[in-house]
């Protein structure tokens, strides 16, 4: 695709961006540092759909950037994805959390906050037009079926939702949970397997 081509759409995910950082849509950007938007090219094959964002992502106003996108990172290198390739967002674009001290703990959002960010969501993937969208855990995919989902029950299957191709896995933070448990191995090799399902979709000719 020429930049010609790509430039209206580019355009318009910056407008979009934009506007997103005054967001009152829900409550939560009043204790939030910043919105957090999806960042990556405009025509990236693969969307990768997070929860929200965490204290690192928070602060630093980017996507998958703490513990659990360092992991995430590891596992694309694997997989030979490149992440600057790909678009990576979140369903809800605040931090929702609890102060404890000087701690910031991680609340997981409601289907308020869900169901409040879910236009910006469909916006960015009207814009990028990926050809594959992968919902990273139970939050993501709920944002995008608009329904409650069972991860367990389609995960690692491609689902033909509307106009989108959508693949269901689990966020990397799981992972990060297991870390010290017998688990980890066995789901890390999955999640490996299926992000080379995904980029055989994405990269088929």
Request: glycine share 6%; with cysteine.
């Amino acid at each position: 695709m020429t930049q010609s081509a790509t430039l209206p759409r580019q355009n318009k995910l910056e407008q979009l961006c934009a506007e997103a950082q005054s967001c009152r849509r829900c409550e939560l950007y009043k204790h939030a540092t910043q919105t957090v938007f999806g960042e990556g090219p405009i025509d990236a094959p693969i969307f990768f759909v997070a929860e929200q964002p965490g204290d690192k992502e928070d602060s630093a106003g980017r996507p998958l950037i703490g513990p659990a996108g360092k992991l995430f990172d590891s596992c694309l290198n694997e997989a030979h994805i490149d992440r600057a390739g790909c678009y990576i967002t979140n369903a809800v674009k605040h931090f929702r959390h609890v102060q404890r001290g000087k701690r910031r703990l991680h609340q997981r959002p409601s289907t308020s906050h869900i169901e409040a960010c879910r236009w910006w969501l469909r916006q960015e993937i009207e814009l990028v037009r990926p050809k594959i969208i992968v919902a990273l855990g139970a939050v993501a995919a709920r944002s995008l079926f608009g329904k409650p989902v069972k991860i367990g029950q389609i995960r690692g299957r491609l689902q033909e939702y509307e106009d989108d191709f959508i693949f269901v896995t689990i966020h990397p933070s799981y992972l990060l949970r297991l870390r010290a448990q017998t688990g980890f191995d066995r789901e890390r090799s999955l999640f490996l397997e299926e992000l080379g399902k995904i980029s055989q979709f994405a990269y088929a000719t």
